[in-house]
C-alpha cells in the first residue's frame, strides 16, 4: 500500500517552501555578477520584463500540473496526456534535477567551507582580488575541503527531505526563509552606510541603455527561467503537495514578488560594499568568492559579516538543494513505490556521488575535458543551458496545447475564484502569454544555449 499523500500545512508554507527553491545560489551570486557584467540598471529592467512575461506564465503551468495530478513530473505527465513521449519529457526533469543538484551542491560547499573560513578570520588580510583568488584556489585543490564541505551539504540536505514534506521541507522552510531575509537586512544596512555607496545604488538602479544588447536580454531571459526554478519539474512537484483549496495565481505572484527582492536586495548590499570599497563590478563568477572577501577585509567588522553573508548564502542554496532532491525522490516514491525514507537515502548518496566528479574539477580532473568542458561545466553547460530551456518549452506547449489551455484554466479557478472575477484580464493574459509568447522566446533562449542561434542568424543573413 503507497503511503498517503502528504500536503503542506498551508498556503503560506507552500509559498515560503516554493520561494525556498527559487531563491538560491542564482539570486545571491548569479544574478549580481549578470547583472554588473550587463550594464546594472538596464538589465534589471529587461529582467524584470521576462521575470513578467515569460517566468511568471511558466511557473502558474507548472505548480498547476502539479496540483491537478497530484504526481511527480513523470507520473504528472503520464496522467495528463497518457502518452510515452510526454512521460520521457517528465522523466528528463527528473535527470535534470540530479545533474543540477550534483554540481549545485559543489558550490554550496564552498559557501559552507566559507563560514568556516570566516569564522577562522581567514579574511582579514587580503588587499587584493588575486590574492583572495589564490586563497580560493588553494582551498579547492585540497580534497579533504572540497569533499568534506560537498559531504556535509549534502548530509544537511538528506536530513531535512528525510523528515518529510510537511516535517523536514515544510518546517525547514519556515524557519530558513526568515533568517534569510533578516541576514539580508543586515548586510544590506552595513553596505548602504558605508561611505561610497551611493555608487553601488546609482549601478544598479540608473539603467546605461548603451549597455544592452541582444545578449543581455537571452541571458536575462534564461536568468529568468533558473532563478525560478523552472522547466524541471521543481515547482510541480512542490505544486503537487498542494490543496485545490489554494489560489494559484495568488501563490505564484508572491513567490515572483519575493524572488525578484531577494536578487535586488542581494544585488543593492553587494554592489553598495564593492563600491564602497573601490573593487570591480564586473568581476564574473568570481565575484563572490574572489571579489567579496577583499571587500570584506576593507570594511569594519568585516569578518562578522562575511560570516552573515556565507551564511545567507548557504541556506539560500539549502532551501533550493531540498527542492532538487525532492523532485527525484518523488519521482521513486509515486512511480517505482519506493519508501520515502529509502529513496532519500539511496538517491541522496548516488547523487552525491555524482557530485564527485564536479568537485573534483577544481583539482586532481582540472583537465579531464569532455567537449572541452570540465566536468563541472559540462553538468551545468547540459542541464541549465539544454535540459531547462527544452523542459521549459516542453511544459508550455503541453499545457498550452496539448492538455489544452481551456481544460487548465478549469482546473485553475479552483480556489483562485475570487481571482478570476477580479482580474479576467490577467486571466488572458496567461493564455496568450502561455500559447504563443513564452513557446516562442523559450524556444530562441534554447537554440541561443545550444550556440545555435548566431548560426541561424548568419544564414538568413548572408
Ligand atoms: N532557482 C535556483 C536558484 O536561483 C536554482 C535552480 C534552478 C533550481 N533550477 C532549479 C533550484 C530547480 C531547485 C530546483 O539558485
Excluded at 493574459?429 to 548560426?455: D, H
Aim: hydrophobic share 55%; net charge positive.
Amino acid at each position: 500500500m503507497a503511503e498517503k499523500r502528504e500536503h503542506w500545512g498551508s498556503k503560506f508554507g507552500f509559498i515560503l517552501a516554493a520561494a525556498g527553491s527559487a531563491i538560491g545560489l542564482g539570486n545571491i551570486w548569479k544574478f549580481p555578477y549578470i547583472a554588473g557584467e550587463n550594464g546594472g540598471a538596464a538589465f534589471v529592467v529587461v529582467y524584470l520584463i521576462c521575470i513578467a512575461i515569460i517566468g511568471l506564465p511558466v511557473l502558474i503551468a507548472e505548480i498547476l500540473m502539479g496540483r491537478s495530478t497530484q504526481r511527480n513530473p513523470v507520473g504528472a505527465f503520464k496522467k495528463l496526456s497518457g502518452s510515452p513521449f510526454w512521460t520521457v519529457v517528465g522523466g528528463m526533469g527528473v535527470l535534470a534535477g540530479f545533474i543540477i543538484l550534483s554540481f549545485y551542491s559543489v558550490v554550496a560547499g564552498w559557501s559552507l567551507g566559507y563560514i568556516f573560513e570566516s569564522i577562522r578570520g581567514a579574511f582579514s588580510n587580503f588587499t587584493t582580488a588575486t590574492a583572495s583568488g589564490d586563497h580560493f584556489n588553494m582551498l579547492t585543490s585540497k580534497l579533504s575541503w572540497i569533499i568534506g564541505f560537498h559531504g556535509l551539504f549534502f548530509l544537511i540536505t538528506i536530513c531535512v527531505v528525510y523528515a518529510g514534506v510537511n516535517k523536514g521541507i515544510e518546517r525547514g522552510s519556515k524557519i530558513m526563509m526568515p533568517i534569510l531575509v533578516f541576514l539580508l537586512v543586515i548586510l544590506l544596512i552595513r553596505g548602504l552606510t558605508l561611505p561610497g555607496s551611493n555608487e553601488g545604488l546609482r549601478f544598479l538602479l540608473y539603467p546605461d541603455w548603451s549597455k544592452i544588447s541582444g545578449q543581455a536580454v537571452l541571458i536575462a531571459l534564461g536568468h529568468a527561467f533558473f532563478t525560478l526554478s523552472l522547466g524541471m519539474g521543481a515547482m510541480m512537484t512542490y505544486g503537487s503537495y498542494m490543496s485545490d483549496k489554494d489560489s494559484i495565481p495568488g501563490a505564484a505572484l508572491q513567490i515572483v514578488l519575493l524572488d525578484t527582492v531577494i536578487a535586488l536586495l542581494a544585488g543593492l548590499a553587494i554592489f553598495s560594499a564593492v563600491f564602497a570599497t573601490g573593487q570591480d563590478p564586473a568581476a564574473g563568477p568570481g565575484l563572490i568568492f574572489h571579489t567579496l572577501p577583499v571587500v570584506f577585509a576593507k570594511i569594519p567588522g568585516g569578518h562578522i559579516f562575511a560570516f552573515l553573508f556565507f551564511l545567507l548564502l548557504t541556506i539560500a542554496a539549502l532551501t533550493s538543494a531540498i527542492s532538487l532532491l525532492e523532485v527525484v525522490v518523488a519521482f521513486f516514491v509515486d512511480e517505482r513505490g519506493w519508501k520515502r525514507h529509502q529513496a532519500v537515502l539511496v538517491f541522496g548518496s548516488v547523487t552525491f556521488l555524482l557530485g564527485i566528479p564536479s568537485a573534483l574539477s577544481y583539482n586532481i580532473m582540472i583537465n579531464v575535458q569532455i567537449f572541452g568542458m570540465t566536468f563541472f561545466d559540462l553538468a551545468d553547460f547540459l542541464a541549465s543551458n539544454i535540459l531547462l530551456p527544452l523542459g521549459g518549452f516542453c511544459i508550455s506547449i503541453f499545457v498550452a496545447w496539448i492538455w489544452g489551455v481551456d481544460r487548465a484554466l478549469v482546473k485553475l479557478k479552483n480556489g483562485a475564484e475570487q481571482f478570476f472575477e477580479n482580474y479576467q484580464w490577467r486571466v488572458t493574459a496567461w493564455r496568450f502569454f502561455l500559447k504563443y509568447l513564452s513557446p516562442v522566446l523559450i524556444f530562441i533562449v534554447l537554440l541561443q544555449s545550444m550556440g545555435l542561434l548566431t548560426r541561424i542568424i548568419d544564414w538568413i543573413t548572408k
